[in-house]
């Protein structure tokens, strides 16, 4: 739909936007008011190009979308009733639950397989262990591949399904290879396209999910859908999207909390939100409360940060892990809630 400047186009510019569309396979239908006149474009308007020259043109105003840019990912797009089930647990039929170490510490081995065993006697569906990490400083620790082995060996240790982060093409087959189930794309990739491409490609044709952090630099919903399509455009959908905290910090949080956007995300898209508390808020302390904040929003699940010894952990972990106790009170109370909001 096209809004003019002008209540109305003149018959020059009438001309040039009809000549514009034409090389689209496009119509212009105009829809005369009382005051305004707005033309429709008739045809399949999802052509970038062609949006983008009208958008360039001086006297329009502004160009509404009618459909949408997401063909998988949208609500209204015929993957809508797809449902994602990970190890059994359908999302969206209950809260679940992602919890374990930020950073599997390579030389301490065992902080994992308690962290494995607490997670899962607390109640969670899946297991978390960085294995490679995105660290600011590039002198603290980036990560070892020695720990896929432990990831792993937490998995059968416990029965459940683990999630890391990739952070490079090579590490995605690295993943994939060794089990892992879930392959999470970082806040700081997730507008890598070639890497949501990467990723895209090598779940293709596996049972895999892909668990897709919103980038701190993200801004509109539309951003963080697309960076989803990218990867479901290969043809494995199963994309759920993970709020995170984004930026300008608030003062004395890690980031600003973005739960809020669940509703907004749900709107829009069929894909499954998991928010993540822990980065959002950075604190311990503040993580039961984001963590409720975000089931009240509407989210499916939730991605903790948990250490059976947080102050010996790596990575985020002194900070942001919860104890096993208070992870299990958190994952009880997320739960009831998310049952009163059902
Ligand atoms: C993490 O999950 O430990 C992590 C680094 O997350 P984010 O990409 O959200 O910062
Ligand atoms: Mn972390």
Redesign the pocket.
């Known amino acids: 739909m096209i809004l003019p400047k002008t209540n109305r186009l003149s018959p020059e510019q009438l001309a040039e936007v009809t000549a514009i569309v034409g090389e689209f396979d496009c119509k212009i239908q105009p829809i005369v008011g009382a005051v305004r006149t707005i033309y429709a474009i008739v045809g399949d308007e999802r052509d970038e190009l062609m949006m983008n020259r009208l958008e360039g043109l001086a006297y329009v105003d502004r160009i509404d979308r009618i459909q949408s840019p997401f063909k998988l990912m949208d609500k209204r797009s015929d993957l809508a009733t797809h449902r994602i089930t990970i190890n059994g647990t359908t999302l969206g039929e209950s809260l679940f639950v992602i919890a374990g170490n930020?950073?599997i510490d390579p030389k301490n081995p065992n902080y994992f397989y308690e962290t494995a065993a607490a997670v899962k006697e607390a109640g969670a569906n899946m297991i978390?262990g960085?294995v490679w990490?995105?660290r600011t400083n590039p002198y603290t620790f980036q990560g070892d591949v020695k720990s896929m082995d432990i990831l792993l060996e937490g998995s059968r240790r416990t029965g459940l399904p683990v999630d890391t982060?990739v952070m490079e093409e090579a590490h995605i087959k690295v993943a994939l290879d060794a089990g892992v189930k879930c392959l999470?794309?970082?806040?700081?990739?997730?507008l890598n396209y070639s890497l949501l491409r990467a990723v895209g490609r090598e779940i293709a044709h596996r049972d895999v999910v892909v668990l897709l952090?919103?980038s701190i630099h993200m801004g509109p919903i539309n951003e963080f859908i697309s960076a989803a399509e990218y990867i479901a455009a290969f043809g494995n959908p199963n994309v759920i999207l993970?709020p995170?905290?984004t930026t300008p910090t608030l003062d004395g949080y890690r980031n600003h909390p973005d739960e809020s956007i669940t509703p907004l995300l749900k709107e829009k898209t069929w894909a499954p939100v998991i928010v993540?508390p822990?980065?959002s808020v950075g604190k311990a302390a503040y993580v039961p409360s984001a963590a409720l904040a975000a089931v009240a929003y509407g989210a499916d699940g939730l991605?903790i940060?948990a250490h059976v010894e947080p102050a010996k952990g790596i990575?985020?972990d002194p900070k942001q892990a919860l104890t096993p106790e208070v992870l299990k009170k958190t994952i009880a109370q997320a739960r009831q809630l998310w049952a009163l909001r059902r």
């Open positions: 930020c950073t978390r960085g990490k995105p982060e999470q794309i970082g806040a700081r990739n997730a952090k919103r993970c995170r905290g993540d822990s980065h991605c940060e990575g985020d």
